[in-house]
């Protein structure tokens, strides 16, 4: 089965670069969530789309700001990288009705080092 | 807000064994998902089990199965038969079914070894 996509999988920038993640949902699937997991810590919620909309924030840095397109994927853009920005990014998707029982499915996630 | 909480940062089972990793959760909601995801060193995120608090019947899914005390927000996790392959960081996750706020929280984690 067709699973979540993300692109690309390590990302090497420097202090104060910009970087873009993508992700593509699993077909059908028209809601997107991002996730930042730190080095030794668990996931922390940063934003949600349903249907191309926002439809929740969490501890997003202003600095990032996130779009889903007409094709349900999803990127999430950083600017003026800092070093505590290294992470693993997942992207997660599901479809349904918001607080519907799907589940959440989680793409391989993408390594961000910031030098 | 709701928090869930992993008691043991780290366990080891010997193979073939069983072994019981815990969770309790804080919440005011009534309806709401629980989760185990799995994450081996590759760090995908993979789920294992999933519980509706709705059901009062436990998740089972091969060797993996919950018992879910709601009263007491206890979500533990039980691994039988425990393989090599069971080696993983383990999240146990929460998800209110509330209309507008369904993000995950995780837990910290739960890392177990399997001992050969």
Known sequence: ????????????????????????????????????????????FLISFYEKMQSDK??????????????????????????????????????????GPDTQYFGPGTRLTVL | AQTVTQSQPEMSVQEAETVTLSCTYDTSE?????????????????????????KQQN????????NFQKAAKSFSLKISDSQLGDAAMYFCAYRSAAN?????????????????
């Open chain 1, 1 to 44: 089965a067709a699973g979540v996509i993300q692109s690309p999988r390590h990302l090497i920038k420097e202090k104060r670069e910009t970087a873009t993640l993508k992700c593509y949902p699993i077909p059908r699937h028209d809601t997107v969530y991002w996730y930042q997991q730190g080095p030794g810590q668990d996931p922390q």
């Open chain 1, 58 to 99: 969490g501890s997003i840095p202003d600095r990032f700001s996130a779009q889903q397109f007409s094709d349900y994927h999803s990127e999430l853009n950083m600017s003026s990288l800092e070093l505590g920005d290294s992470a693993l990014y997942f992207c997660a998707s599901t479809l349904g009705p918001r607080g």
């Open chain 2, 30 to 54: 009534s309806d709401y998902y629980l989760f185990w995801y799995k994450q081996p060193p590759s760090r995908q995120m993979i789920l294992v089990i999933r519980q509706e608090a709705y």
């Open chain 2, 59 to 66: 998740a089972t899914e091969n060797r993996f199965s919950v």
């Open chain 2, 100 to 116: 507008r706020d369904d993000k995950i929280i995780f837990g910290k984690g739960t890392r177990l070894h399997i001992l050969p």
